[in-house]
């Protein structure tokens, strides 16, 4: 009997101390796009670069693939030339795949910016991230997939 009790604590605490490690994993990859989204809001190219993961690629809707760190960049810096230019974003999904070291998350924007009439516009958008666990812990932006949502 003492045994079948043992088997059930250690059982239990295995999997309590599981769920706290996803819970982590979530907390670090919400913290992180925060930062990241911040950074985007004060238009810090600099900043929000360090949250790219080696060999990221972007896919925006309006430009084929950014497949290096130059091109993402500018078209960030290009965004960020746009004195309309804002993000309000929320991340609601966030799943870790069971080797610990990958994760994805989907959301949604609000953006503003100037329109071709020069006039400032908003419109929204609906988004997917894959999250790459690095060397020293921190989660970065491996890949990001977004539409605009129809006007």
Known sequence: MKFILIMCCS?????????????????????????WAAAANAKDIERWSTFLAPEAIFLPPDSGALNTHESIRN??????ADPNFTLHCRQHSIEIAASGDIAWSTGECEFTF????????SGKSKWAKVWAKQSDGSWKGKLNIWNKDPS
Do not use: H
């Not at 100037?114 to 516009?121: A, D, F, L, R, V």
């Open 11 to 35: 059982v239990a605490l295995f999997f309590s101390g599981a769920v706290n490690a996803q819970k982590d994993v979530e907390l670090a990859i919400e913290e992180t796009y925060k930062e």
């Open 75 to 80: 078209y960030y810096l290009e965004s960020f």
């Open 114 to 121: 100037t329109g071709s009439s020069g006039e400032k516009e």
